[in-house]
């Protein structure tokens, strides 16, 4: 714990290269089944984002995301076109619609959640407990971190 104290530039560089690494084989999992809807990685992170927060709406959904309208719009398109997630207007403020994964959105989604699932429930099951509480902890940290 000590020489977590004195994290040199080298120690956090290669931190910054694992997290990357460990982004890109869990988004990699899912990559064919992804790509036989023609659906890329922001598709991904919308999806992810309507399963975990069912109803949420347009404008939470651009904040979380970190998107312009105009390049989510495209991504919405898509899924609602392919019935992944359906809008259905706000019953206090009709001018907002609220998504949510469709039936088709949800199977999609579980098979997609499934091809990552292993890698990850791998990876914490070889892990102390302790370990795996602060990495969760550490994660958090970076997430909510303001620049």
């Not at 076109?81 to 403020?93: A, V």
């Not at 907002?96 to 099951?125: C, H, M, P, W």
Request: aromatic residues 10%; hydrophobic residues 35%; without cysteine.
């Amino acid at each position: 714990m000590k020489d977590l104290l004195y994290l040199k530039d080298e120690q956090i560089k290669e931190f910054i290269q694992l997290l990357y690494y460990a982004y890109r084989e869990t988004f990699s999992d899912p990559k064919e089944i992804l790509s036989k809807k023609f659906f890329g990685p922001a598709h991904l992170r919308a999806l992810n984002l309507i399963e975990g927060n069912p109803g949420i709406n347009l404008g939470e959904l651009i904040f979380r995301l970190k998107v312009t309208k105009q390049s989510l719009n495209r991504v919405l398109r898509d899924l609602i076109k392919s019935r992944m997630i359906k809008q259905i207007q706000d019953k206090y403020d009709t001018r907002k619609k609220n998504l949510f994964l469709d039936k088709e959105g949800k199977i999609f989604f579980e098979t997609v959640y499934n091809s990552q699932k292993k890698r990850i429930f791998n990876a914490l099951k070889n892990s102390s407990s302790d370990s795996v509480i602060k990495f969760k902890d550490v994660l958090k940290k970076i997430i909510n971190e303001k620049g």
